[in-house]
């Protein structure tokens, strides 16, 4: 079982909270821009595997393209991407990494996993305990910049952005937002239908608010433990955790006299920007790259509660079947620049995991306030993740039905 305690840290003495930001992958490819800019022929090909939303593709290769274009850094290696946007059917990244691991591969182009916690205990299973390689720190000189040195995962997991569940609302309708999750309950029932949450198993804006119902009710080390005994134990927090969330299911946001529980992250937020409703949990990055786009009006403000919202770090892990595993450490290194930082942030707006008074040509750097890792909380709960959305499914999903 992983570190159950998540450690204080870094420059401000950040206690960071996270949960799981689900990332499986497969092979839709793309060659950095860069390229030709490269050092000789003969330079190690470094390939990066990761999925997700499209504005997380087109950030991971707007820094590889930088690394392709950098001087010093070309000569180490030259950057690659893989990446399957989300929603696609092709297989998933810890499918392929079991295949190639049971096959007993072992030069392959698997050189960097961009993932976080939460997709590490399947691919693992798959595979094995050690199957991803402890990092050697001492050869990334970029790693000094890092505030999140002590993570939840360990030596073998380097973070390198971070993002957030944070309460999204429309100022116009609603001025004073809660504060609390039991004001944000009582809101809930003041307001009926102006509120919404999308189907937990389908995006973790919405297993957040889930999440949070049931954790909230348990001890602050529940959130960062896969024990079993959470649970079977504490049957009766879990318990008032569902119960609270059916009784919350006929204030929700309705559509032809039925309660509807939009589909996907992008789903509730779809219905803010319509004002179909007035307040949805969402992610930060995803609020304000729709605010930049002009999708979400400005009217839409972002607010966290006492008891905070689930965020997450995305990191690089290498796993043991790579081929250019020294290679890699460079691209870990750019990763952790502060210009790559800034690439990050201005192409999706992801929390920098470096000090960002350091810095510069940040777009929109007001938004950064927003963005405080040191208001988020970690859940890391491994198998009782998918215990949560199946019985939601059951119990709260269908009543939808």
Same mark, same amino acid.
Request: net charge negative; proline share 4%; hydrophobic share 35%.
């Given at each position: 079982?992983?570190?159950?305690?998540?450690?204080?840290?870094?420059?401000?003495?950040?206690?960071?909270?996270?949960?799981?930001?689900?990332?499986?992958?497969?092979?839709?490819?793309?060659?950095?821009?860069?390229?030709?800019?490269?050092? #000789?022929?003969?330079?190690?090909?470094?390939?990066?595997?990761?999925?997700?939303?499209? /504005?997380?593709?087109?950030?991971?290769?707007?820094?590889?393209?930088?690394?392709?274009?950098?001087?010093?850094?070309?000569?180490?290696?030259?950057?690659?991407?893989?990446?399957?946007?989300?929603?696609?059917?092709?297989?998933?990244?810890?499918?392929?990494?079991?295949?190639?691991?049971?096959?007993?591969?072992?030069? @392959?182009?698997?050189?960097?996993?961009?993932? +976080? +916690?939460?997709?590490?205990?399947?691919?693992?299973?798959?595979?094995?305990?050690?199957?991803?390689?402890?990092?050697?720190?001492?050869?990334?000189?970029?790693?000094?910049?890092?505030?999140?040195? +002590?993570?939840?995962?360990?030596?073998?997991?380097?973070?390198?952005?971070?993002?957030?569940?944070?309460?999204?609302?429309?100022?116009?309708?609603? !001025?004073?937002?809660?504060?609390?999750?039991?004001?944000?309950?009582?809101?809930?029932?003041?307001?009926?239908?102006?509120?919404?949450?999308?189907?937990?198993?389908?995006?973790?804006?919405? &297993?957040?608010?889930?999440?949070?119902?049931?954790?909230?009710?348990? !001890?602050?080390?529940?959130?960062?433990?896969?024990?079993? @005994?959470? =649970?079977?134990?504490?049957?009766?927090?879990?318990?008032?955790?569902? #119960?609270?969330?059916?009784?919350?299911?006929?204030?929700?946001?309705?559509?032809?006299?039925?309660?509807?529980?939009?589909?996907?992250?992008?789903?509730?937020?779809?219905?803010?920007?319509?004002? /179909?409703?007035?307040?949805?949990?969402?992610?930060?990055?995803?609020?304000?790259?729709?605010?930049?786009?002009?999708?979400?009006?400005?009217?839409?403000?972002?607010?966290?509660?006492?008891?905070?919202?689930?965020?997450?770090?995305?990191? &690089?892990?290498? !796993?043991?079947?790579?081929?250019? =595993?020294?290679?890699?450490?460079?691209?870990?290194?750019?990763?952790?620049?502060?210009?790559?930082?800034?690439? +990050?942030?201005?192409?999706?707006?992801?929390?920098?995991?470096?000090?960002?008074?350091?810095?510069?040509?940040?777009?929109?750097?007001?938004?950064?306030?927003?963005?405080?890792?040191?208001?988020?909380?970690?859940?890391?709960?491994?198998?009782?993740?998918?215990?949560?959305?199946?019985?939601?499914?059951?119990?709260?999903?269908?009543?939808?039905?």
């Amino acid at each position: 079982m992983r570190k159950s305690i998540w450690k204080k840290y870094g420059k401000k003495g950040m206690a960071v909270v996270i949960g799981a930001a689900i990332l499986g992958a497969s092979s839709l490819s793309m060659t950095g821009c860069g390229s030709e800019a490269s050092a #000789a022929e003969g330079v190690p090909t470094v390939t990066i595997w990761g999925n997700g939303g499209q /504005e997380v593709r087109e950030a991971l290769q707007a820094i590889a393209d930088a690394y392709n274009a950098d001087p010093e850094y070309n000569k180490k290696a030259k950057v690659e991407i893989q990446f399957v946007v989300s929603g696609t059917s092709e297989q998933s990244l810890p499918d392929r990494l079991a295949a190639a691991y049971k096959a007993g591969e072992t030069d @392959t182009d698997f050189d960097l996993i961009v993932t +976080d +916690d939460s997709a590490i205990a399947n691919i693992e299973a798959q595979t094995s305990e050690d199957f991803f390689e402890d990092i050697d720190t001492s050869k990334i000189p970029n790693y000094e910049n890092l505030i999140f040195k +002590d993570n939840i995962v360990g030596d073998n997991f380097i973070p390198y952005r971070g993002t957030a569940v944070y309460l999204a609302y429309n100022s116009e309708t609603v !001025p004073n937002p809660p504060k609390t999750a039991e004001e944000l309950y009582q809101w809930i029932k003041d307001n009926p239908g102006r509120f919404a949450y999308n189907d937990p198993s389908t995006g973790n804006s919405g &297993f957040s608010f889930v999440a949070n119902t049931i954790y909230n009710q348990l !001890p602050e080390e529940a959130a960062t433990s896969d024990d079993e @005994t959470w =649970k079977t134990e504490h049957q009766t927090e879990w318990d008032n955790g569902f #119960a609270l969330l059916e009784e919350l299911h006929p204030y929700l946001y309705q559509t032809a006299g039925k309660v509807q529980y939009p589909m996907k992250n992008a789903g509730s937020l779809d219905l803010l920007a319509t004002k /179909e409703i007035d307040m949805t949990p969402a992610f930060v990055n995803m609020v304000l790259s729709q605010k930049s786009m002009g999708t979400l009006p400005d009217s839409i403000q972002l607010t966290q509660l006492e008891e905070p919202f689930l965020g997450g770090l995305a990191g &690089f892990m290498i !796993p043991s079947i790579g081929k250019d =595993k020294e290679a890699a450490l460079s691209v870990i290194d750019f990763y952790l620049s502060y210009e790559a930082q800034t690439i +990050d942030w201005n192409t999706m707006f992801a929390s920098p995991v470096v000090d960002t008074s350091k810095m510069e040509n940040l777009e929109h750097e007001d938004w950064l306030a927003q963005t405080d890792m040191e208001s988020m909380r970690y859940f890391s709960i491994g198998t009782l993740q998918k215990d949560i959305a199946q019985r939601w499914t059951e119990e709260i999903g269908s009543l939808a039905k």
